[in-house]
């Protein structure tokens, strides 16, 4: 380019709405010289009714709408393929920016619908039986991608805001380990809570996490939604070939931050899951050792049938395994339940979102992100 060419304009890129909380949002339009409480009605409007076009937002000005269509838009992931199994489970493959794909499940039952969400493309923490850990780890998801899931399920099944709400609850266990994105998820979930937009309860959240227990206790102060565990194994030496991250947080360790977590609230318990896998952590010993780990913390128990995945090493424990395990989990007084397979027709169930993962990167790489976070 000689030094007389012209350079073409360059168009600010638009904020994405969807990465903002209210307190983020009401920033944002102070900066823009409105009102804060215009946040407010932007956030019905986005989240309540689903709105992707400020030309909707019949409250707001002529002027601020058309301000808000070249510096702002509303931006989700993009459906790639939508699949339902014959149990009624809804699967959805979405699309990021970067190339990669997610995995987003809704799983309806009686009374209640429950949206699986990922946090993370991939993930870094590689447990053996999981599917998505097999994909490795390309980069965490930012705010919009990850309240973005539920934007799109809830648009996807036709929630009318007047009527009964489609979505009940949230569980954070699809793709990755949310506590390794920890920023961007305590944002989402506010989104979550808030009753401008979606108004959940703390308790209708759930996180997953495969033990990060120095970040258990940043999420107590942060944002105290109910918590779940990826246990898996009743010792470090089982659970070390299960679960790499109890190399560097170990059982001990990671119940002592569930106690804390609880602490404050008689009522509340920690769910355990942990996974059925035939011959390797099934046997009525490893029930029995469950028992005394966890008989003083306060828990229940999620029994997890193992679905399977191309190339696992694993096969499911029988029926009559896993309910001998229960049995002796039930006659300890632990509180347990068999959680039922859905959506395996269809790769949806627990353990076998994989989604796409362009970039799946060194081992070195993967585990950066965890190294940072048990740094601080």
Not at 135 to 144: D, H, K, M, S
Not at 215 to 232: F, G, K, N, T, Y
Request: glycine content about 6%; some cysteine.
């Amino acid at each position: 380019m000689s030094a007389h060419a012209v350079r073409p304009l360059q168009t600010p890129a638009k904020v994405n709405l969807l990465d903002f909380d209210r307190a983020a949002l009401r920033e944002y339009f102070a900066a823009l010289g409105e009102k804060p409480f215009r946040a407010e009605q932007v956030l019905q409007w986005t989240h309540q009714y689903g709105a992707d076009s400020f030309d909707a937002m019949t409250n707001l000005s002529k002027a601020l709408r058309e301000k808000l269509q070249h510096c702002a838009e509303i931006k989700a992931p993009e459906i790639m393929l939508d699949q339902t199994a014959a149990d009624g489970t809804r699967k959805w493959l979405l699309r990021l920016d970067s190339g990669n794909s997610i995995e987003t499940v809704f799983i309806p039952e009686e009374g209640r619908g429950t949206l699986c969400v990922s946090s993370q493309a991939g993930c870094a923490l590689d447990c053996s039986f999981c599917a998505t850990g097999k994909q490795g780890f390309n980069r965490n998801l930012t705010v919009a991608e990850i309240i973005g899931q539920l934007w799109v399920a809830n648009r996807a099944l036709k929630r009318d805001p007047r009527g009964e709400r489609v979505i009940t609850n949230v569980v954070l266990m699809g793709m990755g380990e949310p506590l390794l994105n920890f920023d961007n998820v305590v944002r989402a979930m506010n989104i979550m809570l808030d009753d401008f937009a979606y108004g959940l309860s703390r308790r209708r959240i759930t996180l997953s996490t495969a033990g990060m227990a120095p970040v258990i206790d940043q999420l107590r102060e942060a944002c105290p939604v109910s918590l779940a565990v990826s246990l898996h194994a009743p010792n470090d030496a089982l659970r070390n070939e299960l679960v790499p991250l109890n190399k560097k947080y170990p059982i001990t360790e990671l119940l002592a931050a569930c106690k804390r977590y609880v602490a404050d609230e008689s009522s509340r318990r920690v769910t355990f899951e942990y996974v059925m896998l035939d011959g390797v952590n099934d046997s009525p010993e490893h029930a029995r050792e469950l028992v005394r780990l966890l008989k003083e913390v306060p828990s229940k128990v999620n029994l997890i049938p193992f679905n399977p995945f191309p190339n696992t090493q694993y096969q499911r424990s029988s029926a009559q395994a896993i309910g001998r395990f229960r049995a002796i989990l039930m006659e300890a007084n632990l509180v347990t339940i068999t959680r039922k397979t859905r959506g395996d027709d269809i790769d949806a169930a627990c353990g076998q979102l994989a989604g796409e993962i362009q970039d799946r990167g060194s081992r070195s790489r993967r585990y950066a992100p965890l190294r940072k976070a048990a740094a601080q």
